[in-house]
């Protein structure tokens, strides 16, 4: 089992910038990869990031390309998301992720961090 924790999230006026973090305890051997999604309520929860446990391979969706940045501190276990530019449709519910398997859906869930970005 692995047990994911999000911070760092709020409330930010449009261009401005959030660093959230993803806190991993528990079967850590066993990740595969790791990975940022997000949420708005009524939509289906979408992948805006991932990255590679091994060899720090990265992805990002087309909508986040060149404004956020997935990182891992592997000594602390830990997941970061630096947001830049953000907009209102940035909006969303942020979850962490994590797979064991390569080019599987994740098997661990964070419980969410809530991100606002005002016009």
């Known amino acids: 089992q692995v047990q994911l924790v999000e911070s760092g999230g709020g409330d930010v006026q449009a261009g401005g910038s959030l660093n959230l973090s993803c806190k991993a305890t528990?079967?850590?051997?066993?990740?595969?990869?790791m990975a940022w999604y997000r949420q708005v309520p009524g939509q289906a929860r979408t992948l805006i990031a991932i990255i590679s446990k091994q060899y720090s391979v990265t992805y990002y969706a087309d909508s986040v390309k060149g404004r956020f940045t997935i990182s891992k501190d592997d000594t602390e276990n830990t997941l970061f998301l630096q947001m830049n530019s953000l907009r209102p449709e940035d909006t969303a519910m942020y979850y962490c992720?994590?797979?064991?398997?390569?080019?599987?859906?994740?098997?661990?869930w964070g419980h969410g961090t809530q991100v606002t970005v005002s016009s």
């Open positions: 992720a994590a797979s064991t398997q390569a080019a599987a859906l994740p098997s661990y």
């Open positions: 528990g079967d850590i051997p066993s990740v595969y990869a």
